[in-house]
């Protein structure tokens, strides 16, 4: 048996049930990291073998850890003093849960089976969620740098994403502050882009899209905070992702896991049109306006801005305006209205400054 390191480092657990984060202690022991709360109590005990890594380690970036038998459960450490440990003591540290080999075989049962297109059209999508979570983060942000760029293309006669500098850190410092307590593997970035359409949508990579005409409808910057906190939540459930893969099929798969990192033109431009028009299911919308009240909630934001913004939304659809189908109001935007004023706290801050708000309208100037 080995020796007991006995070693103590900080480190910050998810229990993948939700999006919360808990600072803890892990003790790494012959046996594994034992897990435990300020309290000293112990939460989790993660045996060696099924430690792993989910991204390569990289500088500049946390150290993140999974457990193969935990489904979601995460594991952080911000300083790489844990490292040395993990090499000597978890074997299956740098095994990809998938293979080149566990894919060919997937691959070759999906075609003897005869159930590929069933698949495409029904497993795919089931299985997107725990396929977005082994998807490299280098690879997500690659194509989301992709997609928008794509985006700017298709959406924006081609004209440059809006550079205010100024603008451009406010809703940076707004969306890090709404993110505060909650766990990303992203570097996250917010963007405008110059185009006149009321629309903001999150792509892979931690990367979010505001729309210069979602901007100029607003009519508070709490209104902006409330679609941001919306976006962000689908950030930090990996929706992007999951939408990506439903809509691109096996290549996406095979693209991620097999090292590739870009599609082609007809591809991007796909995937660019699916994340800028398409709304998510009913599921996931709900999952992101639940987590996005609570970032505002937190923030001391509260959500009454995302129901105002949602209310403006309705009545311009009723005047013949086109809007994404995840801001329609057809057929859920009342009860949705409803179900985020019940979760919504009273505000006790405000979304930006006065300074800052006028620095953000004038974003694109």
């Known amino acids: ?27 790494a022991r012959h046996d594994g990291l034992h897990i435990t ?33 935990v489904n979601g459960a995460r594991l952080t450490f911000d300083y790489p003093a844990i490292l040395p440990i ?10 990809a849960p998938f293979g080149r080999k566990q894919i060919r075989t997937i691959a070759l049962s999906v075609v003897i089976g005869g159930a590929a297109v069933g698949f495409m059209v029904f497993g795919l999508p089931l299985i997107a969620k725990p396929l977005a979570r082994l998807v490299p983060i280098a690879w997500e942000e690659k194509i989301g740098d ?38 990303t593997p992203y570097q996250v970035q917010v963007s405008v882009a110059n185009a006149k359409m009321v629309n903001a949508f999150a792509v892979p990579g931690g990367r979010v899209v505001l729309f210069r005409g979602l901007i100029d409808k607003a009519n508070t910057a709490e ?28 290549s996406a798969i095979l693209s991620a896991f097999t090292g590739g990192a870009s599609f082609s033109s007809e591809v991007m431009a796909q995937v660019a049109a699916q994340l800028a028009t398409s709304a998510y299911s009913r599921d ?33 659809e009723g005047k013949g305006f086109s809007v994404p189908k995840y801001l329609s109001s057809h057929p859920m ?33």
Not at 47 to 57: T, Y
Not at 149 to 163: I, L, P, Q, T, Y
Not at 334 to 363: F, H
Request: charged share 20%.
């Open 223 to 250: 209104e902006v905070a409330g679609v941001l906190a919306h976006e962000l939540a689908h950030v930090v459930y990996r929706h992007p992702t999951q939408g990506m893969i439903t809509s691109v099929g096996w």
């Open 37 to 69: 709360t300020s309290e000293g109590g112990t939460t989790a005990i993660w045996s060696w073998d099924q430690i792993g890594l989910v991204e390569k380690v990289s500088d500049g970036r946390p150290i993140r850890l999974l457990n193969r038998s």
């Open 86 to 95: 993990l090499e000597s003591m978890a074997p299956n540290l740098a095994r």
């Open 284 to 316: 996931l919308e709900t999952e992101a306006d639940r987590e996005g009240v609570a970032m505002l909630n937190r923030a001391g934001i509260g959500g009454d801005g995302l129901i105002k913004f949602f209310e403006l939304v309705r009545k311009m």
């Open 333 to 365: 935007t009342g009860s949705r209205i409803a179900a985020i004023g019940k979760l919504s706290k009273p505000a006790n801050a405000p979304a930006l400054s006065e300074t800052e708000w006028r620095t953000v309208l004038n974003i694109c100037d």
């Open 146 to 183: 992709d997609t928008i760029d794509v985006v700017n293309r298709m959406f924006a006669d081609g004209k440059k994403a809006c550079s205010g500098k100024k603008g451009l850190r406010a809703l940076n410092d707004l969306a890090q502050r709404l993110l505060a307590g909650t766990e």
């Open 1 to 27: 048996m080995p020796s007991d390191p006995a070693a103590t480092y900080a480190g910050q657990f998810s229990d993948g049930q939700s999006a919360s984060i808990v600072t803890v202690s892990a003790i």
